[in-house]
C-alpha cells in the first residue's frame, strides 16, 4: 500500500511533550481524569499521560463509527463506557482525529450530562476544513487537511495503527462503502 509520511515520529513526540506540559500548568492540584477514546486514541494516550508530569488517572471508552471504510457514518455506537464516575472530575477527552467531528459530539454531551466539574478535548490531528465554524478541541496537536491518514493509532481496515508516525494514504488505495 502506497502512503507518504506527513508527520514524523520526532514531530508527533516533541508536540506532545509540548500538549502534556499546556495540560500540566492547566490542571495544576486539579488530578484531571484523561478518557481516551478507544481504539484511535490508544497511542496518543499513552504518550501524553506519560509526559504530563502532574498527577491524574485515565480511563477509556470505545466508539465506533466507521466500520471499515473511510467515510464517517454519522452513527456512533458504544461498545465500552467509562468504569470511572465523572461527576465533579476534570476531564479531559482524549482522541486521534477530528474528521467531521460527529463522534466527539456525541461523546462530549454524553459525558456533560453526567456533570463533570469541566470538560475539555485534547485531539492529536484535526481536519480543521471539516466543520470550520467550530471550535471543538481546547488542545490540537496538528491542524491536518482533508486527506485519509494512518498510523500513530489510526487505521485503515484496522491495520497500521503500529506505525510511529503518520502517513497519508494515495487516494488510489481509498475504497469507500
Ligand atoms: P468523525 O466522527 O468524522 O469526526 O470521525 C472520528 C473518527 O473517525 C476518528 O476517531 C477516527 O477513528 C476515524 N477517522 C476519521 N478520519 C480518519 C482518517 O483520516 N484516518 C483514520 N481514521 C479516521
Ligand atoms: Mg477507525
Redesign the pocket.
Same mark, same amino acid.
Given at each position: 500500500m502506497q502512503h507518504s509520511v506527513i508527520i514524523d515520529e520526532e514531530k508527533i513526540q516533541s508536540r506532545i511533550r509540548e500538549l502534556a506540559q499546556i495540560i500540566s500548568t492547566d490542571y495544576k492540584s486539579k488530578q484531571p481524569l484523561l478518557v481516551g477514546?478507544l481504539k484511535?486514541?490508544f497511542m496518543f494516550m499513552a504518550d501524553l499521560s506519560r509526559q504530563i508530569h502532574e498527577i491524574h488517572s485515565v480511563d477509556f471508552m470505545a466508539v465506533s463509527?466507521?466500520g471499515s471504510s473511510?467515510t464517517?457514518s454519522g452513527v !456512533?455506537r458504544i461498545l465500552k463506557d467509562l468504569d470511572t464516575p465523572i461527576t465533579n472530575r476534570h476531564v479531559i477527552i482524549v482522541? %486521534?482525529?477530528? %474528521?467531521?467531528?460527529?463522534?466527539?459530539k456525541y461523546i462530549t454531551n454524553l459525558l456533560k450530562a453526567r456533570l463533570p466539574a469541566s470538560l475539555q478535548v485534547c485531539a492529536l490531528l484535526d *481536519?480543521k476544513e *471539516?466543520h470550520p465554524e467550530e471550535v471543538l478541541a481546547k488542545y490540537i496537536g496538528f491542524e491536518i487537511p482533508d486527506?485519509? !491518514?494512518?498510523g500513530f493509532g489510526? %487505521?485503515?481496515d484496522q491495520k497500521y495503527r503500529n506505525l510511529p508516525y503518520i502517513s497519508c494514504l494515495e487516494s488510489g488505495d481509498v475504497t469507500h462503502d
Open positions: 477514546i484511535g486514541a463509527s466507521y473511510t464517517s !456512533v482522541e %486521534d482525529i477530528i %474528521d467531521s467531528g460527529l463522534t466527539l *481536519k *471539516k486527506k485519509f !491518514v494512518i489510526l %487505521d485503515y
